[in-house]
């Protein structure tokens, strides 16, 4: 492995398009880069918040929620669900000081192998511009006293 | 050692000078824009549509037929790009969407660069225009046409005559064109673009 | 979840041949996964050349019973490919096929990337992923639906008429739907049939007749599927029966109404726009059913008040002008969609004069014009009516192979155009040339016809034609139309005079397959084809379970091919039906009551209506029959008092931290 | 006191408001009980003790400690696991040591800001810049003062916790309940709850106790509570306000909502939830009445500041814990 | 009325010098503001294309970069030569479908002080401006003297519709955008079929036969359908069959006598502008039956009828023109 940075992202799949599509990137041989994992879900409906933020607090460094074209969800409008949780995660992730880039939504039908592939392609590479997160990897027990204490000494103070 | 030579002692029939299989690539690299060069199905669909088809020794698709051979001669001295006219026809009926009249313009180029064709006047009238046009920023065809007969159809300069004057009467052709103020800097650019089309 | 005892897990690496093996190095898979996740419960982790082989599957027994595993981990390809096999390799060892779960580093990882050591650190993190995910898989029991016997056909064409037959032979109602007012499809337009150039009317009309006649099939033609709910085994239909304005009870398709109707319309749809109808009319002769349909948008009545002939003249008082749509509701177990093609519109590339040039004709004209029951009864002829053509070129290939258009084969051109170029032969004597760039005469028989095709001296002329013009360039063009093509093996642009042109239109998707497939639930390809569950495995069903697909609706194929997918489907059909019942995926949503505080956040969120909210108990219920498994609410209870089996919050998040090595000291990555 | 054979009994107070040893005073008479049947050992708040004093006792020598407060300077930590090693019981008592609570929200900025904020904003007049330093030489010696930790952490993120009694500050006839169950326990005559268990609450959420009418969910704006004059008697959800309710653990009677006010969330999350803001998000996203992206948008603008809405009591014991930037410096 | 930046291209100040002239006239009652390039540069037509690719690039380049910087308000960069308006569409598209050559071009403007933003402009044709943005209405509007009477052969000749990398015609091969204002001016329009064949391009010059060539079988199909003139849009094609008629007569023995003329020159006579104004007269091959024509022809009743194109009775239905907004109708041409 080269010293570049190498990010990990999490993909989180519908079982009956974006999953199909993983499969057909798979089968019409296109490549594309090693560094997203996907996670298997029946729909994009079954993605819970929870997910996406166990992923990041895992080491994450970008997280992909596919699902199946609006209208075109096979259980019917769950994907919408999935839409507006997607755009209310955003705003409170944006709270807690994320980049919104390293959270994206992809469509993506069971016909659309090589989309797929180009667009995880395409998402590694904006995460790598962003660079590592490390969500609660840092040793948090460490203290910072000494460093804020880096101020001018305290004097005596004279009259 | 006999082996090798068996090896590299060529069957007769099969024509081995310069065959080189990276020249399909290399033509594609030369060609504005993405050419998709290597998708012909040579279906003939170019040869069919063009127009200036009859006076073409070989058909665009037999070009391109010599350009996966890696035939490098046979293909560089055809005149068949010379003799494209940019229509056009073929560009938007292909198939494939082979950007063929594109194709054309890079094999021009390279067969100029390797002295490769039968007939100059199609290099000359094409060296003659940007010549006038790098001296003046401008060109006057009517002026450039004189020229070129003069070097290569001088026999049919008669026939010309009654033409010509018809232009020249009319205001329609001069014989020095106008020449654009900033031509220094028209000189600068191109030539640094020569320099960055040589590092290619 | 609770878990039963504590994890014995077993570790599957397969090879695949080398589509794993030559990218992801399995053994250095397996190794890892026995050392490192051996803290986590794995006991063995073993490499094998192809798992799904029995030999494999016996492996994976042979260890369940001797180290008595509790879950098993395949590393292999898709679980849309051997899911099934290797959950049932564990239940055959008496473990529950649920404790399995399946890992692709096929499609994921060894085909898709190219660093090995890349590729094979993945696979690692997979198999993590997997490994920490089955840890809490808990046994399943899967859940089974009675199977209604009845099945929905879609489309009357050939392979719809096939399969409905096939079904009802067996003793099983079949409801028929076609939109048009007879069924029989394109195939009712066709003369002759290749290779074999026996009459299609004649081998079809028959089934026709069995369809109408059948006492298990319920033919609905003008009629159209508006609504399709429920599930495998279990779906209603809402199909609405458009007006015929004629009562079927009372008609007896005499076919006076049709004579002394006085309105003539070209008919688009059955002589291909080459020949007339009346505003009342059956399609053709040996229409099934015999009863005719009203064209309202062009019958005079309707437009102008009066003329009601058909009504004066009907002697069973048949005719009714204010017959309304009928809706009907079916209850079926499964679906076949044979929906069937459009032709591709020839006037899209207009340096081909389709549309422009009178005698530049289509395919589907030229079967209408060569047809003995067509306008000209069989006379090949041209625009004018009469002029017998002396040359005749037929174009291969017409917006098909072309990424301007459709840039798939149609496959039936070629053998379409040489079975042209005989017809015209015989019934003209024309000399005929076929432009061409290959020919794809695959299947039985089908390059004997060629051979003898070129025996009867037609001029195959390789090259994909250029263009068709009226104007002439040397006395010999005049008044002729030029086909300027590259004769590619002479390596010469030609100009061919002719009388006549027929381009071999391709086929397309009906321009409302996507719309359909959305009724039906079932997902289209970029073109707009039905996407068949495997490409090679599973040709007839679809990723929707109880709804099949046969015939052009799955992509361009010929009568004999239609005829094989009809019956295939039905056989799926037949197969489900003996079945009796159907056993659903155990994925499904429950909620914990005592932990449900009936906030009812989740009541609104089930398309399929599988939530209700007890009001005296004042706690939300789902109904495990009607939930399909999508999870929604799971992700929505606030209370995360609604858990999903199969994709538990604990699985999913396991699965997380799996692949993300969490359980493993970070020292011990590999990178 | 003379040595009696009393229960030890201790109670801390660590980054936190006091409201909870304020709610333990609540108990009224019940206090005596607990005087009756413990021996007090340690509770700075109400008697005088030293951390020598404690760290003299013999390890599991306290038997029930309730820990109120966060995780948020070294003296924290030391003390939290100090009172481990003593205890058999070991509470995280009220919302600051089991979720972090306010204390908690200060892990949305790095420390190095929280200090400043302190000492030189419009707070303090500090044209010096003189910031406190952990230790300091005087003439007696060095001396140190605590410093404080990059993130507050809830009291199980750093030692392990028998109990869970949450609310801000848990209701104090829940704590009495509590003090009865010890005492019976002690007595032989009730059972504790398994180790990790939340006591002193329900195990559903606040809707269970609420006596607003609910019916199906369909949001189509957001609203503020003083914007509208909310209807008393139907769920204040459905009325566009953003209730946390539905997400929060039952054990308050769902004192706010039957005052007219939405439920902040200080009970935390219930049985089994994983993060309590994302199963909110989750929840109100799902019921959001529309399907395209610029209307709900449009719909989401009314909810302000949606991660203070989620993790006002959460966020320390949330999965992220901390905003990024409180991370990042943590590394520097 | 909306502003344009004009490229009017090397053959607007000689041979084509009726082509401005008319342009200029008809653009005042129309309103259009054409604000020429300040210094603009030959786009090298098809020959510095052949010779090599970045200087020609640049070269064509040069004058966006130009435009780029005169274009306050308006992004429209309007072309009345057809070889100028492909050479500087091209440039624009290929730049960006193949950044290492937008990246090498702008290098090379670099060392001039400039830069182009591949896409940042809209290159249109004089054509397509006055037809969808100035609108048919408007210029009925302005029609005094309607041509009726008048045969005229619309030719657009190839390098507008084709190949058309911003999907802004009919059609590839049949366009119908010339022929339409033809008709709005009241002409009697041929339903010309070679209308954008090619005109022979450089032909004349370096291949003299097979241009000849070329150019009869244009002349001579717009003879056999009664053709008073042609009317074309391209310099280019204008010089040459205009030009080289005579030429191409002694060479097959023919005598065709075909008007040339500009679209511009015809919207002048139709408003009622003096032919002079119009650049007639600058014609190698008369005009004058054309003026002529409109000469004695008293102010016109009703407009002729289209020529109809009726199915016979007996015979045959023919399949209708294809539904139009059929998404379809496009062609379907990803860029890979």
């Known amino acids: ?159 | ?200 | 979840m609770t878990r039963n005892q504590e994890e014995r897990i077993g570790v599957y690496v397969c090879h695949c041949g080398t589509n794993i093996a030559g990218v992801v190095d399995v053994a250095q898979v397996a190794e890892w996964a026995a050392a490192k996740l051996q803290h986590r419960g794995v006991v063995i982790a073993r490499e094998y050349k192809f798992m799904c082989s029995s030999l494999g599957q016996e492996l994976i027994e042979k260890d369940i019973k001797e180290l008595d595993l509790n879950r098993v981990v395949v590393a292999a390809c898709s679980p849309h490919l051997h899911e099934k096999t290797f959950r049932t390799a564990c239940a055959n060892a008496g473990l529950n096929p649920f404790m399995c779960e399946m890992v692709s580093i096929r499609e994921q990882v060894s085909w898709v990337h190219t660093d090995k050591s890349a590729a094979t650190s993945k696979a690692m993190a997979m198999v993590s992923g997997g490994v920490e995910r089955v840890r809490h898989h808990v046994p399943l029991e899967p859940l089974t639906v009675p199977i209604h016997p009845a099945t929905l056909v879609v489309g009357g064409g050939i392979a719809g008429i096939q399969s409905a037959l096939e079904i009802a032979d067996a003793g099983h109602q079949v409801y028929v739907v076609e939109r048009e007012p007879s069924i029989g499809g394109h195939m009712a337009q066709f003369d002759k049939t290749f290779p074999t150039l026996d009459c299609s009317a004649c081998i079809l009309t028959p089934k026709m007749v069995s369809v109408g006649t059948h006492p298990n099939v319920k033919l609905l033609t003008w009629s159209q599927v508006e609504k399709v709910e429920g599930y495998v085994g279990n779906f209603s239909v809402t199909i609405r029966k458009k007006a015929r304005k004629i009562k079927e009870d009372l008609c007896t398709g005499c076919g006076i109404c049709q004579e002394k109707c006085p309105k003539k319309v070209i008919d688009d749809v059955y002589e291909a726009g080459l020949g007339y109808r009346k505003a009342v009319y059956t399609p053709f002769p040996q229409a099934v059913p015999k009863f005719p349909v009203m064209d309202v948008a062009n019958c005079t009545y309707y437009e102008k008040g009066t003329c009601k002939a058909c009504e004066k003249f009907c002697p069973t008082d048949a005719i009714d002008f204010d017959q309304q749509d009928e809706i009907l509701n079916v209850q079926v177990g499964n679906i076949i969609l044979a929906t069937g093609y459009d032709l591709f519109d020839a006037r899209r590339i207009s340096n081909y004069g389709y549309g422009r040039l009178p005698n530049v004709f289509s395919s589907l004209e030229f079967e209408r014009l060569s047809n003995a029951a067509g306008p000209t009864n069989g006379q090949v002829v041209l625009r004018d009516g009469k002029t017998i053509p002396k040359s005749v070129g037929i174009v291969h290939c017409v917006g098909s192979r072309d990424r301007n258009y459709n840039n798939y084969c149609s496959v039936i051109c070629c053998m379409q155009s040489i079975k042209f170029a005989h017809l015209v032969h015989e019934r003209t004597g024309a000399t005929v040339y076929n432009f061409y760039i290959d020919i794809r005469a695959a299947f039985k028989d089908y390059d004997e016809f060629y051979q003898r095709i070129l025996e009867e001296g037609t001029q195959f002329i390789r090259g994909k034609v250029a263009e068709i013009s009226d104007v002439p360039r040397v006395a010999s063009e005049e008044g002729k139309l030029i086909i300027q093509v590259e004769d590619t093996l002479a390596g010469k642009q030609r100009r061919i005079p002719v009388d006549m042109v027929i381009l071999s239109s391709g086929l397309q998707p009906r321009a409302d397959s996507k719309a359909t497939a959305k009724v039906f639930g079932i997902s289209c390809s970029a073109n707009g084809w039905y996407i068949e569950k495997h490409p090679k495995l599973d040709p007839v069903a679809t990723m929707t379970e109880g709804i099949f697909i046969a015939g052009c609706a799955q992509g361009p194929k010929d009568i004999p091919a239609s005829v094989a997918q009809g019956a295939a489907a039905a056989a799926r059909v037949l197969g489900k039906i003996e079945q009796k019942e159907v056993a659903l995926e155990p994925v499904r949503a429950s909620v914990i009551e005592d932990q449900c505080s009936g906030c009812r956040i989740c009541n609104g969120l089930c398309p399929f209506n599988a939530i209700s909210f007890l009001e005296d108990r004042m706690v939300t219920e789902i109904n495990p029959a009607l939930c399909q498994g999508c999870g929604t609410c799971v992700a929505a209870c606030p209370a995360g008092a609604i858990v999903g089996t199969g994709f538990s919050n604990e699985q999913v998040m396991a699965q997380i931290e799996g692949l993300m090595l969490m359980n493993i000291e970070p020292a011990e990555v590999i990178a | 006191m003379s040595e009696n054979a009393k229960p030890k009994f201790a109670m801390y107070w660590a980054a936190a408001c006091g409201g909870c040893e304020i709610a333990v005073l609540n108990t009224h008479e019940k206090i005596l009980d607990v005087d009756a049947t413990f021996e007090v050992v340690f509770w700075p708040v109400a008697m005088d003790a030293k951390y020598k004093d404690v760290e003299a006792m013999e390890d599991g020598s306290i038997l029930l400690t309730l820990f109120n407060g966060g995780i948020r300077s070294d003296e924290n930590e030391h003390i939290a696991k100090l009172l481990r090693r003593k205890s058999k019981l070991m509470v995280a008592f009220g919302s600051c040591a089991n979720e972090g609570c306010i204390p908690g929200l200060a892990n949305l900025s790095d420390s190095r800001e929280l200090v400043h904020t302190a000492f030189n904003t419009i707070t303090t007049d500090n044209p010096h810049e003189i910031y406190p330093m952990t230790s300091y030489d005087v003439p007696e010696g060095e001396i140190h003062i605590p410093t404080i930790l990059p993130v507050l952490k809830t009291l199980a993120q750093v030692v392990d916790v028998d109990y869970f009694m949450p609310g801000c500050p848990p209701e104090s006839h829940q704590i009495a309940a509590v003090i009865d169950l010890v005492i019976q326990a002690i007595q032989g005559k009730a059972q504790l709850p398994p180790k990790g268990s939340v006591i002193g609450a329900g195990s559903s959420t606040v809707c269970d106790e609420c006596k607003r009418t609910r019916s199906v969910k369909s949001i189509k704006a957001f609203q503020r509570i003083w914007a509208i004059a909310a209807e008393p008697t139907v769920c204040l959800l459905e009325q566009g306000i953003p209730c946390n309710g539905p997400a929060t653990r039952s054990g308050c009677d769902a004192r706010c909502p039957a005052a007219g006010a939405q439920c902040i969330g200080c009970y935390g999350p219930a049985d089994g939830v994983v993060d309590y803001g994302a199963r909110l998000i989750s929840s109100f996203a799902s019921v959001i009445d529309s399907n395209d992206p610029v209307e709900i948008d449009r719909i989401l603008d009314g909810l302000v500041d949606p991660t203070g809405q989620f993790y006002r009591f959460n966020l320390a014991g949330s999965l992220l814990r901390a905003a990024v930037p409180a991370w990042k410096k943590a590394k520097v | 009325m909306k502003d344009y930046l004009l490229y009017p291209g090397c053959s607007m100040e000689y041979s084509a010098r009726a082509y401005a002239l008319s342009l200029d006239a008809i653009s005042g009652p129309l309103g259009l503001r054409l604000k020429e390039l300040d210094d603009w540069n030959c786009c090298g037509a098809t020959e510095y294309l052949g010779i090599s690719r970045t200087p020609a690039y640049a070269l064509i380049a040069r004058n966006l970069a130009i435009a780029g910087q005169a274009s306050n308000g308006t992004n429209d960069l309007v072309a009345p030569c057809s070889a100028c308006y492909l050479n500087l569409a091209k440039a624009d598209h290929y730049m960006q479908e193949q950044p290492q050559l937008g990246a090498k071009v702008n290098e090379a403007l670099a060392v001039g002080e400039l830069t182009y933003r591949p896409g940042s402009l809209n290159i249109r044709h004089l054509l397509d401006v006055i037809v969808n943005d100035v609108g048919l209405e408007e210029v009925e509007k302005h029609v005094v003297q309607p041509l009726s009477g008048l045969r005229l052969a619309p030719y657009l000749g190839c390098m507008v519709p084709r190949p058309d990398y911003g999907h802004r015609w009919s059609d590839h091969e049949f366009p119908t955008e010339l022929d339409s204002l033809l008709k709005a001016l009241g002409a009697d329009v041929v339903d010309y079929p070679l209308k954008t064949e090619c005109c022979g391009g450089h032909m004349p010059q370096i291949g003299p036969e097979m241009g000849f060539e070329m150019i009869r079988r244009l002349i001579a199909s717009a003879d056999r359908l009664e053709t008073d003139a042609m009317v074309t849009m391209c310099p280019m094609c204008q010089l040459n069959l205009d030009a080289y008629q005579g030429e191409t007569n002694q060479f097959f023995k023919t005598h065709f006598h075909m008007p040339i003329l500009f679209f511009t020159q015809l919207m002048g006579l139709a408003f009622g502008i003096e032919p002079k104004e119009l650049g007639f007269g600058l014609e190698l091959v008369s005009a004058r039956n054309v003026l002529d024509a409109l000469g004695v022809k008293a102010p016109p009743e009703t407009p002729p009828a289209p020529p109809k194109r009726a199915r016979r009775p007996e015979g045959l239905p023919m399949p209708g023109p294809l539904p139009k907004g059929n998404p379809s109708e496009q062609k379907i041409r990803e860029v890979v």
């Open chain 2, 1 to 200: 050692m006999a082996d090798v030579e068996l090896m590299t002692s060529p069957p007769i029939a099969a024509s081995t000078k310069d065959e080189d299989l990276g020249l399909l690539k290399e033509v594609a690299a030369r060609t504005a824009g993405i050419s998709r060069l290597e998708m012909c199905i040579q279906c003939g669909t170019c040869g069919g549509s063009c127009p200036s088809a009859a006076a073409m020794d070989l058909t665009p698709r037999a070009v391109f037929a010599l350009l996966r051979a890696g035939m490098r001669e046979e293909a560089l001295k055809s005149n068949t790009f010379w003799v494209c006219v940019s229509c056009y026809h073929c560009v938007v009926r292909c198939p494939q969407s082979v950007h063929i009249a594109d194709v054309m313009y890079a094999l021009k180029s390279m067969a100029i660069e390797a002295n490769l064709y039968q007939d100059s006047t199609a290099p000359d009238f094409s060296h003659t225009f940007i010549g006038m046009v790098e001296d003046y920023g401008r060109s006057f065809e009517m002026g450039l046409a004189g020229i070129h007969y003069i070097k290569h159809f001088a026999l049919r300069l008669p026939g010309m005559v009654p033409m010509a004057t018809g232009m020249l009467t009319r205001g329609r052709m001069s014989l020095t064109p106008k020449r654009i103020k900033n031509m220094r800097q028209l000189r600068a650019i191109l030539n640094r673009a020569k320099e960055l089309e040589a590092e290619e």
């Open chain 1, 1 to 159: 492995m080269t010293d570049a940075f190498e990010p990990t992202i999490i993909g989180f799949t519908c079982n009956w398009c974006s999953y199909r599509a993983a499969d057909l990137a798979g089968t019409a041989r296109i490549k594309y880069p090693a560094n997203v994992r996907l996670v298997r879900l029946m729909c994009s409906g079954r993605l819970d918040p929870t997910f996406v933020f166990k992923a990041l607090a895992s080491g994450a460094d970008g997280v992909m929620i596919t699902g199946c074209h609006p209208g075109e969800c096979h259980y019917l409008e769950q994907n919408y669900k999935a839409l507006r949780r997607f755009q209310l995660m955003q705003r409170t992730l944006k709270g807690l000081g994320l980049e919104s880039g390293r959270i994206k939504l992809l469509w993506a039908s069971a016909a659309e192998g090589a989309r797929f592939a180009s667009e995880v392609a395409a998402f590694v590479e904006e995460i790598r511009a962003l660079g590592p997160l490390h969500w609660g990897r840092a040793d948090a027990s460490e203290a910072v006293g000494a460093e804020v204490a880096e101020g001018p000494r305290l004097q005596e103070v004279s009259a």
